[in-house]
């Protein structure tokens, strides 16, 4: 299975034939350097990109030209896919890390959710998780310390990982710089890096260069207020829908058999 079939595959179950469309969209790999720009505010939109390795964000400037990221993307997830219906990016995109882009025309989008009701019902559930990733982190900056906020970011992104490959919370990658994860959070370079030397000096956590390492994964847990329903890719009762559409033959059929 391809590397964005796996992802949209957490959601819904794939035919072969979807498995294959998915698959054949991801023949063109290419190489992306370490903070390489993809595009940036008022490009024309052309080709969106799945991530397949390394690590990636979106920014946007504030009024007074401060950069605030928006999104931190992992393997597996569509750079550019919540502005796909736009004319012009209203973000920048750049790496974060080296890694391997696959490159396809925004209008594809369009082809996928035509080819299949499972894949159309994927894109949306890549959307919404997407949308409550930036939703919890409002209200996280909104009503939490910054020392609890960097705790919840270290944990949501342990968590999105740990749904990529084999990972353990003692220890795992994560290239954000102190700048960087000022920029995500909110919070001057100067809060971070205090933030970090206290959690290192009351031994919960030391950030690395490029990892974090966990000394203390109950208060981890218990200071970050974490809970990781947000993240789910449960899909309550769509998949089961899913599953009557194709015995039925088609949406028609399945409506007759409803009323």
Known sequence: MSLLASAMARYVELSASDQRYLANLESHARPAARQQRLWMPHDRIGSLYILQDGWACTIRRTVDDERQVIEVLLPGDIIGIREFTFRRHVSEARMITAGTLIPFPHEQIVDIVAASPSLAIALFAVIGRQEAILTERMLVTLHHSARSQVLHFILETFTRLARLQPVTLESFTFPITQRLLGEILGLSPVHINRTLSGLERDRLLKKHRTRVEVH????????????????????????????????????????????
């Open 216 to 259: 203390d994964r109950r208060r981890l847990l218990e200071e970050a207020a974490f809970d990781a329903g947000y993240l789910s890719d449960e899909m309550d009762g769509l998949r089961e829908r899913l599953a009557c559409l194709r015995d039925s033959g088609g949406p028609d059929r399945l409506m007759s058999s409803d009323s």
